[in-house]
């Protein structure tokens, strides 16, 4: 039997997403998640500045696809992927083993609290990982310590709400058309990274200096077309179309595949969307 790893109370709710119905949600389309956000991938990695013998933390690695490419970059070192999701590392172990990627491990593992060991790491990444953490502050900290003084800690988070057509769209679709207010700031969510301010106080804060902050606007691919785009979508806000009653809940997914019908271009549905690509090294 696996043993549940360390999770810190402000992460509880999280990794019962994560290691469940969430998890197996994206293990089952972590493909399509891949396809969605390529045009950052490379962005990501090549900010990172792997060398052939780095040792390398993936934060939130998901299916391990920044994991594996660190792995293939630094041939003579190693790639660790943690991740709260037991479907999802599965997954990726299973995907490391077929690429022969034997410098690649994972583990399951609430990276604000796990310990990593002391100045362990040359570089540390994240590809929308760390968004999530209940405490960033101590977070941060925690990826501080595992990184050797120098080391670098490159992230992929979202910009606000309101730059990111796509979930701001189906946002508003799923509850009925009503407008929801963003996320609190700094709550759990994609968002909580969004403000360049607050994520320079919390880098700071936790021991990082030389903090950068990139911005990339690259489309977001949903699907090949409209019926593939509509399952993915309809799929990913379930819960919220569910919370309509069965006649607002058919007007809303209609008017989700036409507006999914508008957005359709020669390679597929593309909504407009935005990201910080955030450098930072340990002080």
Known sequence: MTAIPAVDSSNTDQF???????????????????????????ELVKAAGLRRDSVVLDIGCGSGQVTRDAARIASEGSALGVDLSSPLLELARTLAAKDQLANATFVQADAQV?????????????????????D????????????????RFVQLTWQALDRNEGIRTFRTIASGGRELPPPPPGAPSPFSLSDPGRVRRLLGGAGFTDVSMTGLTVPMYYGRDVDDAFDFVAHQFASAFGQLDGESRARALDTLKADLAAHLTDRGVLYSAAHWLIHARRA
């Open 16 to 42: 019962r997403s994560w290691d469940g119905a969430g998890g197996a949600f994206w293990a089952e389309r972590a493909e399509r998640f891949d396809q969605g956000i390529a045009g950052y991938h490379g």
């Open 114 to 134: 796990h310990d990593f060991g002391e100045s362990r790491f040359d570089v540390a990444v994240s590809r929308h990982g760390t968004m999530f953490f209940g």
């Open 136 to 151: 960033h502050q101590a977070a941060f900290a925690n990826i501080a310590r595992a990184l050797k003084p120098g080391g």
